[in-house]
């Protein structure tokens, strides 16, 4: 029986043990097959949308709790755009301080 089907399209933040260490996801609850859980991410590469899914079987669950739904990603882009004087900058792109010679 799946335990964890009721958050079936849930946002769900997951403890989960790998090997000897413990690891946090959080992710969209995709599937519950009855043994293990699906989580689902998806992000914009190169104006692609793609999403990567992975298995976490129910053995090496250490805690699983529902997450509240953050802002949108173009919400908050667009408010922090308003306001603020500076320019918009590309994701991932840095700038450097000038340093005195």
Do not use: H
């Amino acid at each position: 029986m799946a335990r964890y089907s009721a958050l079936l399209g849930r946002r769900i933040e997951v403890t989960y043990r790998a090997g000897d260490i413990v690891l946090p996801a959080t992710g969209n609850l995709a599937a519950d097959s009855g043994k293990s859980i699906f989580l689902e991410e998806s992000y914009q590469q190169k104006g692609n949308v793609k999403t990567f899914r992975w298995e976490i079987p129910y053995p090496c669950i250490v805690q699983l709790n529902e997450c509240p739904e953050g802002p949108k990603l173009n919400a908050s882009m667009n408010e922090s755009n308003e306001s603020t004087t500076e320019p918009a900058r590309e994701p991932g792109a840095f700038q450097q301080k000038n340093r005195p010679a």
